[in-house]
């Protein structure tokens, strides 16, 4: 079945760019996606690159994507405090409104 | 334009009993779908919701159930829970646009806690 996977835990100086990997499984995967959730909250959607693109750039995120190596990278530039959450990379091949998630990176940025 | 809405925000239960969660999507977005949150297994895809039909589901026993209302309000039950029902739950809507692109926004989630 499908699969994602992620680093666990990503630690960054404010300032530095915070660079999060993800790996995923299914060939098929059409939309892949980074959510954020910090603390006590939901899941808040940063970004996502259609399956045929290799680069997509909003603001002070970069989205690479290595779709020969099945591999969705998430560049975040001038990494703030602010930033420290967990990062979640998503695919979408199950069809509708199906996300197989990974289980997430922690990022933590100290100033 | 508000955002998705889950009620309530933390629940406590004891095993055996059931449990109803409620989901307001965001206006306009007919498609609901839940997901079960747990640090052991990461989020979890539950079932999707479209027009009151349920367009998809995931592994989960027959315990969990949900239903659509008319005005894209969705609930979710848990009937008879275990202590492994201990979860964040989180519901997310979409416009459910075709092409498979689909933006998902989700709630704060609804913190169960079975003792």
């Known amino acids: 079945g499908e699969d994602v996977e992620q680093s666990l835990f990503l630690s960054v100086r404010e300032g530095d760019s915070s660079v999060i990997n993800c790996t995923y499984t299914d060939s098929s995967s059409t939309y892949l996606y980074w959510y954020k959730q910090e603390p006590g909250a939901g899941l808040q959607l940063l970004t996502y690159i259609f399956s045929n693109m290799d680069m997509k750039q909003d603001q002070r995120l970069t989205v690479l994507l290595n779709k020969k190596d099945k591999h969705l990278s998430l560049r975040i530039a001038d990494t703030q405090t602010g930033d420290s959450a967990i990062y979640f990379c998503a695919e979408s091949s199950g069809g509708y409104s199906t996300l197989t998630f990974g289980k997430g990176t922690m990022l933590l940025v100290s100033p | 334009k508000a955002g998705v809405t889950q009620t309530p925000r933390y629940l406590i239960k004891t095993r055996g009993q059931q449990v109803t969660l409620s989901c307001s999507p965001i206006?306009?977005?007919?498609?609901v779908s839940w997901y079960q949150q747990t640090p052991g297994q990461g989020l979890q895809f539950l079932f999707e919701y479209f027009s009151e039909t349920q367009r998809n589901k995931g592994n989960f026993p027959g315990r969990f159930s949900g239903r659509q209302f008319s005005n894209s309000r969705s609930e979710m039950n848990v009937s008879t829970l275990e202590l492994g029902d201990s979860a964040l739950y989180l519901c997310?809507?979409?416009?459910?646009?075709?092409?498979?692109?689909?933006?998902?926004?989700f709630g704060s989630g609804t913190q169960l806690s079975v003792l």
């Open positions: 997310a809507s979409s416009l459910s646009l075709t092409g498979g692109r689909e933006k998902l926004f």
């Open positions: 206006s306009g977005h007919r498609s």
